[in-house]
């Protein structure tokens, strides 16, 4: 993308919009699939079935639904059952063990809007990419055609592949979960463990150990395991973005803002209006349509909130952050890196994102 970039420095506005499109519309990117997948999901369960989701859940589990719900959400645990909030976590759950973790995301969605489908948007954005390609060529000479080709199609055939790495690490991941689980409920069963989510306090060695040791009080092993833990989580409300082999706590310099602006890393283009939507975690509240979804970072269990954003603002990240892919992916102005913008924001706030400056302003 830095040879894009290098090729339109020079060139007026209207000609780095177009070097711009050709940063989106890519096939093939897993998360935004999945984030698709939950929407046609969504669109095909009756809108007051979200009501009590502990009943639907329990419907889906008993196969009470419509065929076409029954397999749609068949296919989509096959393929994205690894997948939820905070997935890199082999202890949290994922949409394949509690269907309430999608069925909740998808009770948000705007399904009676095409213009917040996020499949329809990427069509668009598909076809604006193959637009701007088209009138790069036909306005650059042969040299700058040549760098263009060449850089294009290197981009066409990876960016879409992103998040496939850490796609297969988390089916890896989910594996193990099942797995541990299983043991961990043969250790509660037996009156060693109060939960069979507890096995992931302990360590596999640990877990070896208490094989060879029917006596091994793991109870207390378990509570020398978090209390550390316990003690950092009720201190420290948040660590630092960088700290290097040395400790040494390393910040930015800070950018130069004007009165009523905060400025950031331009991640995702576009001009959007809206209110603050202030999330520490995906299941905190909902995201409702038109609000500016505002967070600390984002993994993929996030993806369902984009649908009903108007734009994104994101305290760490950059342009390959799960959250900037998205954005630009589903359309929605993306700003990052901006430090200590969870405290500088209120929910309900009205602010303006320049996803191609990079600046947020402050409307109220």
Request: positive net charge.
């Amino acid at each position: 993308m830095a040879w894009i970039d290098g090729l339109v420095r020079r060139e007026p506005p209207e000609v780095k919009a177009l070097a711009e499109k050709l940063k989106l519309g890519f096939p093939d990117n897993v998360v935004v699939e999945m984030g698709s997948a939950l929407f046609r999901l969504a669109k095909l369960i009756e809108r007051e079935d979200f009501g009590d989701l502990t009943r639907l859940a329990e419907r889906i589990d008993r196969r009470q639904m419509a065929p076409a719900v029954l397999e749609a959400w068949e296919r989509f645990v096959s393929r994205f059952g690894c997948r939820g909030p905070l997935e890199m976590d082999v202890a949290s759950p994922r949409y394949g063990d509690s269907f309430g973790l999608a069925l909740r995301q998808m009770s948000f969605m705007t399904v009676d809007d095409v213009a917040f489908d996020p499949e329809i948007g990427q069509g668009h954005r598909v076809e604006e990419r193959r637009r701007a390609y088209e009138a790069l060529m036909s306005r650059f000479g042969w040299f700058r055609r040549a760098v263009l080709r060449r850089a294009h199609t290197i981009v066409d055939l990876f960016a879409g592949t992103r998040d496939t790495p850490k796609y297969h690490m988390v089916l890896y991941n989910y594996a193990v979960r099942r797995r541990a689980l299983i043991e961990g409920q043969r250790l509660a069963a037996l009156g060693r463990l109060d939960a069979a989510e507890h096995v992931f306090d302990l360590s596999f060695t640990d877990l070896e150990a208490a094989a060879a040791n029917p006596s091994m009080d793991l109870r207390e092993v378990r509570a020398t395991r978090t209390r550390f833990f316990n003690k950092l989580k009720a201190q420290v409300r948040r660590f630092p973005p960088v700290i290097d082999s040395r400790g040494r706590i390393l910040r930015p310099p800070p950018r130069p803002e004007k009165a009523g602006e905060l400025s950031g890393m331009a991640v995702s283009p576009g001009i959007v209006t809206g209110p603050v939507k202030l999330l520490h975690n995906p299941h905190e509240k909902p995201v409702n349509k038109g609000d500016v979804l505002v967070a600390y970072t984002t993994d993929p269990g996030w993806t369902p909130l984009f649908v009903n954003a108007a734009a994104i603002v994101l305290e760490v990240g950059g342009m390959l952050q799960h959250g900037a892919v998205v954005a630009r992916e589903y359309g929605k102005p993306c700003v990052a890196g901006i430090d200590g913008v969870m405290t500088k924001l209120q929910d309900a706030q009205q602010v303006e994102v320049d996803g191609t400056t990079g600046v947020i302003r402050l409307l109220s």
